[in-house]
């Protein structure tokens, strides 16, 4: 009795192993399938990328000329403006100031100024201001009078 259990004990074992042991194949099969055609796909697709990275760097390479092109430009212009300031700058400016001295000297000459009317001497109090003729009191004369009148009572 003890030799029939431990045969079918050893059957039923070898009958699980063989299952899984076919599981195991069907998924090897598989995951070698999967890694082949990743392969296929993944070959065009680096030479893609490849071909895309050579293509920057030859862009870069062309940005990178003009970036030093326009160095050397902006410098010249740089240089350029330095000598134009410094060689007509000075001289504009002076004749400006002539052009000035001479338009304020005839205009002097011209057009005689008139004369300041003389003011007579008041205090700051005393002074009136003149609208169409009516003498109205200055507003700082106003204010004195109303803080004069503050403490006061009718």
């Known amino acids: 009795m003890a030799g029939i259990l431990v045969a079918v004990f050893w059957a039923i074992l070898v009958s699980f192993l063989a299952v899984v042991l076919v599981r195991l194949a069907q998924t090897l099969k598989a995951t070698t399938k999967l890694v082949a055609d990743v392969t296929e796909q993944a ?4 030479a893609d990328a490849s071909a895309t990275v050579r293509s920057a760097q ?3 390479d062309k940005v990178d ?3 030093s092109d326009v160095q050397e430009v902006t410098s010249n212009a740089s240089a350029l403006s330095t000598t134009v300031a410094s060689t007509f700058g000075g001289p504009l400016v002076k004749v400006a100031a002539f052009g000035y001295g001479v338009r304020q000297a005839l205009g002097r000459r011209t057009a005689p100024a ?4 003389p003011e007579p001497a008041r205090s700051r109090s005393s002074r009136r201001t003149v609208i ?3 003498t109205v009191p200055s507003a700082r004369g106003r204010k004195r009078e109303r803080r004069n009148t503050r403490g006061q009572k009718d």
């Open 58 to 60: 030859t862009q870069l």
């Open 43 to 46: 070959v065009p697709l680096l």
């Open 65 to 67: 000329a003009i970036a």
């Open 114 to 117: 008139p004369e300041p009317e």
């Open 132 to 134: 169409v003729g009516r």
